[in-house]
């Protein structure tokens, strides 16, 4: 997602408690960061930051990362999250906010901080051939996730593109992953949408007529299936 230069973003985040500057100094103890032993989740290219808010909100025992590059980004999901925490009268104090390339996760993630769960959403299909070794969810980057995500912990998918979710079923399957869940229409699931809140994205695609698709699929190790 492109985003406009927000000269706000930098300094806000700066004097934000829950943006992690330096995030290399928790790999292996970012319960250190939280201050407590409480599960810890991971949200890749978290954008705007509206899902994993609400999904702090919802889990208030549960700890979350949220990771994206971009600092424009994070900026406007710290807005976003002070805002979803406020109108709760809450501190968002079991979320932090990381500026990081996700190619590069296990520098500041290790097998120590025990990922329970890995979310992956409305990432950039890269439909071009020669691209789509960025996608999030290329086998490149599963091997990644599995560095640092424990057997029987999941990866949580959606999309709203139908060949990169269509590949992506293959990817995770190639990788080792046990798909448990599969939807090709989120919102006529019969999954809880508690478990899966709204992005941005998934509400402008859905009032565009497009169906959400979405799969769990489960790290089973290393071995070649």
Not at 67 to 76: A, P, R
């Amino acid at each position: 997602m492109r985003i406009r230069k927000k000269k706000w973003a930098e300094p806000e985040l700066n004097v934000c408690d829950f943006y992690v500057a330096e995030p290399k100094l928790y790999k292996n103890r970012w319960s250190c960061f939280f201050n407590n032993e409480n599960p810890i989740m991971l949200e890749v290219g978290c954008g705007k930051g509206s899902f994993v808010g609400q999904m702090a909100l919802l889990n208030p025992d549960i700890n979350f990362i949220a990771v994206d590059i971009k600092l424009d980004m994070l900026g406007v999901g710290r807005r976003n999250i002070v805002k979803l925490f406020s109108e709760k009268n809450r501190e968002a104090d079991n979320i932090a906010l990381v500026r990081y390339n996700v190619d590069m996760l296990d520098e500041i993630i290790g097998r120590e901080d025990n990922i329970q769960r890995i979310y992956i959403n409305f990432c950039n299909p890269w439909p071009r051939e020669k691209h789509k070794k960025r996608r999030l969810t290329h086998p490149r980057k599963l091997k990644l996730y599995k560095e640092i995500l424990p057997n029987e912990c999941e990866i949580h998918f959606k999309t709203d593109d139908d060949e990169l979710f269509s590949e992506s079923l293959e990817y995770f399957e190639s990788e080792n992953f046990e798909l448990k869940k599969i939807s090709y229409d989120l919102h006529k699931s019969d999954i809880d949408p508690k478990t899966t809140p709204m992005t941005e994205h998934e509400k402008m695609f859905s009032n565009e007529g497009i169906k959400i698709k979405y799969c769990i699929a489960e790290n089973k190790g290393n071995d070649v299936l």
